[in-house]
């Protein structure tokens, strides 16, 4: 394939890429362009568009020649113009789509389509073969890249990276990601940095570097750049042939030394600077103003062209310029253009990575939770049958989901540096961090090829934990309950992403998305305010869809079951909630799999037949702080009938969206048709809120503790009176019901009312004087009835 060839073949793309933006007739140019063939609203990024055709058409040219299984990953996705383009000169669209045909008529279509109602987004979707990132926020295509090449030691993922998109946080921390990645037994990621200088409005940051600025910076990251300079060559298609032939060399040389055995120093991993003009080979100037190889070609130029005579005689010469009549005659685009067409299992369009389904995915071998669950002491009058950490036990899981998966290595633990913090470090009898540079004797748990991913860049890690799950593999995201809302957008992207994708028929299965929060805000009472934010969760259950799941295992046997239960599910966005501190183990597994199963529960050991009123709680200490009411209740009004709904999981209830509720009963079965609720929830209290009005429960008879913003560095049981989440608020809460209800006097509720008032206040005192809580809450254990 000679220059001449790839120059031909950009040509034809640069041509649809601008057609696709301006033309709803004339697509060939076979008559003078009228106002009527320009679109009625312009919408489209062309700047962007050359520099995408020029690097994914010299890829082609190297997947051809070196036999490559090569993915692409477009950062500046509002360059989706291009990308279509060169879906539909390799022929992936047509398969896909087979109303557009690779022919005249399928050009019409295509160009018609593109950003038009009903037609095609004019950024990267899940619609579009091979894209696995949504193309709107930008920032996150190399961490993407670098999840996707994970266990994939055959697979290169080219990425190209916005100049603009560079100065973003997820970027400016995915450069250093070859630290994690060991070349023996995962893929590589070629990082192609498109310098053209300009975002929308302004210059670039790395635009306006030196070269040897640049390089210096990309040395001390540990990459060899190579720099490809349009303006600076004499033939730049003969540089970028030259580079990319040396970058593949080098990434098999030291894949090679790796795999065996010879590497002994950090590897250091291509990557290629590529400087173009922006908006390359279109109007020069328009209107006294510099358009090409300036910031006003970032989006449609010449955007007044269906009525301006000036800007559509420019638009046409500029269109014109391409020559396209010589490419495609018609029926056929010209030979060269077909020579850089990759055979059908190698065109970067259609890479059987990014599709989901048998070709890339394969569900986990999944253990059963028994051999992990508490079960020494559980009988039926004794429900509180020991103090269990759930993220011990979880850990314990997840070491087990890594050897029972490693022949196969398709699963991976990502934390930002908190695998030990977060008591989950039981997997380290399975594996090791992955850390590829330079250990020292007496680090723990650091090995090339560990399956534990730490780094402390919640935004990599997410952004590689996506591009693992849409590469068809498995992994779960533990954090800080706090720190997690950090990547909040980026989970909405996702969320569009998979929305999507599950519509489209040829994206088959991938796993869930799935996240653990824990140190969670209850037990934040050593870092205070700052470490306490149940954000995340409601961020979560807004997402549109049925695929968002929340839960609120109450202890460590419930805890169990739903990891078992996120990581067999697929095509989901799943979170667990639960504390990493030892806990009341309340339920056998055999409920607790009735409990996910129908996301809320009557729990017949703490409720009593045909009740006055009703607690539910959401969350671990949640719950167990309900059921410390419950055991007060009875001591202070026994008469008074109470019953306890554990809630599972608020998305069952179908947050957000009613079409999506799992639960087998309606709300009255647990909450009966017209007694007060008292409801003690993990988060903030408007989240539930939301969901008992979209049920049309009356707001009278409901109460909502939760999270309300207050902390402090102070005692475990302070942090839960400061919002009113403790068994004292929620006992004069069973008075008030107790008084209403004719049970106790209206003077009895005021006397004991009084006396709460005053244990509280008692409590308050002796925190303040100890520092600790008193012991009968420490030492709270659950007294059954007939005890
Ligand atoms: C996180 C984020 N912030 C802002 C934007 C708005 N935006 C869209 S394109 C763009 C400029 C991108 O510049 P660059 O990455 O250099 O892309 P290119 O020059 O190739 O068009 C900006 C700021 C965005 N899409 N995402
Ligand atoms: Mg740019």
Redesign the pocket.
């Known amino acids: 394939m000679t220059n001449e060839a790839i120059k031909e073949a950009i040509r034809a793309a640069d041509y649809l890429s601008a057609a696709q933006i301006y033309l709803t007739g004339n697509y060939f140019l076979t008559e003078p362009l009228r106002p009527e063939h320009i679109k009625p609203r312009l919408l489209g ?1 062309w ?2 568009c050359p ?1 995408i055709n020029f690097t994914y058409m010299h890829l082609n040219r190297l997947i051809i020649e070196k036999q490559l299984s090569m993915m692409f990953v477009l ?2 996705g ?2 989706f113009p291009a990308i279509q383009a060169n879906l539909f000169l390799e022929g992936t669209l047509s398969k896909y789509y087979p109303e557009l045909p690779r022919t005249k008529e399928g050009i019409e279509r295509m160009a018609q389509r593109f950003s038009w109602p009903y037609g095609f987004p004019s950024h990267s979707n899940p619609e579009a073969p091979g894209v696995i990132l949504e193309g ?4 996150y295509s190399l961490a993407t890249s670098f999840g996707a090449v994970l266990d994939r030691p055959e697979l290169i993922a080219a990425c190209l990276v ?5 100065e ?1 946080g997820p970027t400016a921390t995915a450069w250093h990601l070859p630290k994690l990645l060991d070349p023996a037994k995962n893929g590589a990621v070629l990082p192609i940095l ?1 310098l ?1 200088g ?3 409005s302004g210059p ?1 940051f790395m635009g306006r570097m030196s070269d040897t600025e640049l390089s210096e910076l990309f040395r001390g990251y540990g990459y060899e750049p190579h720099i490809v300079d349009a303006y600076a060559a004499e033939d730049v298609h003969q540089v970028m042939r030259e580079t990319l032939d040396k970058a593949v060399a080098h990434i098999h040389f030291t894949q090679h030394c790796a795999r065996e055995g010879s590497l002994r120093e950090n590897p250091r991993w291509p990557m290629i600077i590529l400087r173009t003009p ?1 908006g390359w080979h279109s109007i020069k100037e328009l209107g006294g103003k510099r358009i090409e190889d300036n910031h006003y070609s ?1 989006q449609v130029i010449a955007d007044g062209s269906r009525t301006k005579e000036e800007e559509r005689v420019a638009l046409e010469a500029w269109l014109r310029s391409y020559r396209f009549n010589e490419l495609f005659d018609g029926e056929r685009f010209s030979p060269a253009i077909e020579s850089l067409i990759p055979s059908p299992e190698r065109r970067m369009g259609d890479s059987p990575y990014t599709m989901g389904g048998e070709r890339a995915y394969q569900p986990l071998v999944l253990p059963e939770v028994t051999s992990l669950a508490y079960t020494a002491t559980c009988h039926i009058d004794n429900p509180q049958c020991g103090e269990v950490s759930s993220m011990e036990v979880v850990g314990q899981y997840l070491r087990d989901v890594v050897r029972a998966n490693e022949g196969v290595r398709n699963f991976r633990l990502f934390s930002p540096d908190e695998t030990y913090s977060n008591k989950l470090h039981a997997i380290f009898e399975a594996t090791a961090r992955c850390f590829v540079w330079p250990h020292k004797a007496w680090d723990k748990d650091l090995a090339w090829d560990g399956r534990v991913v730490e780094m402390l860049s919640e935004h990599s890690l997410q952004g590689m934990l996506q591009g693992y799950v849409l590469t068809g593999r498995h992994g779960v995201f533990a954090s800080y309950e706090a720190f997690v809302q950090i990547i909040a957008s980026m989970v909405d992207q996702y969320a569009k992403f998979l929305h999507i994708a599950r519509e489209v028929q040829w994206r088959g299965p991938i796993a869930s998305l799935n996240y653990i929060l824990t140190s969670t805000g209850w037990r934040q009472e050593h870092n205070g305010f700052s470490h306490q934010n149940p954000g995340f969760i409601d961020d979560v259950l807004q997402r549109q869809g049925c695929f968002s799941n929340v839960y609120f295992p109450a202890d460590a046997n419930t805890a169990l079951v739903v990891m078992r239960r996120m990581l067999a599910s697929e095509r989901e966005i799943n979170v667990l909630v639960g504390e990493k501190r030892p806990l009341p183990v309340w339920r056998t597994v055999a409920q607790a799999e009735e409990d996910v199963r129908s996301g809320i529960a009557i729990w017949e050991f703490a409720s009593d037949a045909d009740p006055h009123m009703v607690f539910a709680a959401a969350g671990d200490y949640m719950t167990k702080e309900a059921l410390a009411a419950i055991t007060l209740v009875r001591k202070l009004v026994p008469a008074l009938r109470v019953r306890f709904v554990n809630i599972n999981s608020l998305s069952a209830l179908g947050m957000g969206a009613n079409g999506c509720r799992v639960i087998p009963h309606d709300l009255d079965y647990y909450f009966t048709p017209d007694k007060p609720v008292i409801v003690n929830f993990h988060g903030y209290p408007q989240t539930v809120k939301q969901i008992l009005f979209d049920y049309g429960v009356s707001a009278e008879r409901i109460t909502i503790h939760g999270y309300v913003e207050s902390g402090s560095t102070t005692t475990v049981f302070d942090m839960m009176v400061r919002n009113s989440v403790d068994r004292y608020h929620l006992v004069m809460e069973a008075l008030r019901v107790a008084a209403d209800a004719g049970v106790i006097t209206e003077a009895t509720c005021v006397k004991e009312i009084a006396a709460l008032e005053e244990r509280l206040a008692q409590h308050r005192a002796y925190v303040v004087a100890h520092g600790d809580d008193p012991e009968d809450i420490t030492n709270w254990v659950w007294e059954s009835r007939s005890l």
């Open positions: 990024h700047g962007t520099g950062g500046p509002h360059g709107g926020e930008l920032g916005g100049d603009g998109e560079a973003t498109h053209n300009y975002k929308i670039t922006k970032h």
